[in-house]
């Protein structure tokens, strides 16, 4: 069966009019510039063109088969979107590139897209079996199959346990190192019966056994972590003062990240006990939500992709010192 090739057949926006309502307000310049730092299929790049006349997209991605798919997609909107092939923490330099100092709202809508999931050949999901890849960018050299080929006990277990937050994280990485020395692991269906045969009845938990091992490999891969934690400050930094920032995450580890920066943004930098604040001790973000946004029960019927999201926003309310 063919997959379909129309990108709103494959993929519903999250939040769609919550992003929206959230960075609204920073768009109402003359010009406004919004960089949708993951474009994915371009579901919230195409609801903001239409909501915003005057508006100017900058969306950055690493899969080129989304971009393929989006560029269509997004042709009406002619040069008001410029589509660039990078990574979302080389969002500094794309948007330089072409003469922006500052813009007016960053948008990330973080994780895995439908389509890489739906893409059995690409190896993300541990429901089909597939060649074990989870590369986003195909031009990419390293395999979730070179880590489980290549990467020794003890590093299987850290990445299961840092980044599948995997209780069961030694004895998955032990179950592994004796598999591959009987045969190579090199297909999802191979790594998915190994984690089951491996994992005690005792202990069966709800859902499938193998989910936190599939995003931890999928994160060692894409090296997720590391780009997220430099791209958030660079997004804040290239905020005008009025600039609005919305970062929707789909697992805990992504929110921590951008909790952690907003938070330390949005908190006076000066000593305790000094009589008066200094200007350059002000914080410089304004947090838009309380806590984390989740989806509402009439979005979750709609699209259960959506269970997951965590969606906070801030503003920026002072410049840089």
């Known amino acids: 069966m063919t997959a379909p090739t129309d990108p709103s057949a494959i993929h519903a926006p999250v939040l769609l009019e919550r992003c929206i309502e959230l960075l609204a307000p920073a768009l109402q310049t003359d010009a406004p510039v919004l960089v949708d730092a993951t474009l994915g299929l371009g579901g919230h790049t195409e609801a903001f063109l239409r909501r915003f006349p005057r508006l ?25 979107l410029t589509i660039i092939h990078a990574v979302y923490d080389a ?86 190192v004796r598999a591959r020395s009987v045969r190579p692991i090199t297909r999802s269906g191979q790594l998915v019966a190994v984690i089951q045969e491996a994992t005690p009845a005792g202990l069966q938990r709800t859902g499938h056994p193998a989910k936190r091992v599939f995003q931890a490999l999928r994160i060692e891969v894409n090296h997720e972590l590391e780009v997220l934690e430099r791209a958030v400050p660079r997004a804040i930094d290239l905020l005008r003062v009025g600039g609005r920032i919305a970062v929707m995450s789909f697992q805990s580890l992504e929110d921590r990240i951008v909790k952690r920066a907003f938070r330390a943004m949005a908190t006076s930098s000066a000593p305790a006990g000094l009589p008066v604040e200094l200007p350059e001790h002000r914080p410089e973000l304004k947090l838009l939500t309380r806590g984390a946004e989740l989806a509402a029960d009439e979005e979750l019927a709609r699209n259960p992709r959506s269970a997951p999201v965590r969606l906070r926003a801030a503003e920026r309310i002072r410049g840089n010192s």
């Open 56 to 80: 100017r997209v900058v969306a950055l991605d690493r899969d080129t088969e989304a971009i393929a798919l989006a560029t269509r997609r997004l042709s009406p909107f002619g040069d008001r």
């Open 91 to 176: 969002i500094t330099d794309a948007v330089s590139s072409l003469g922006h100092d500052s813009v007016d709202a960053v948008l990330f809508d973080l994780g895995v897209s439908s389509l890489q999931l739906d893409r059995v050949e690409r190896g993300f999901s541990y429901s089909k079996d597939a060649p074990l890849d989870m590369r986003m960018d195909a031009a990419s050299e390293l395999t979730a199959a070179q880590v489980i080929a290549e990467y020794g006990e003890d590093d299987l277990r850290r990445i299961f346990l840092d980044y599948g937050e995997e209780r069961l994280a030694a004895r998955y990485a032990r179950a592994i």
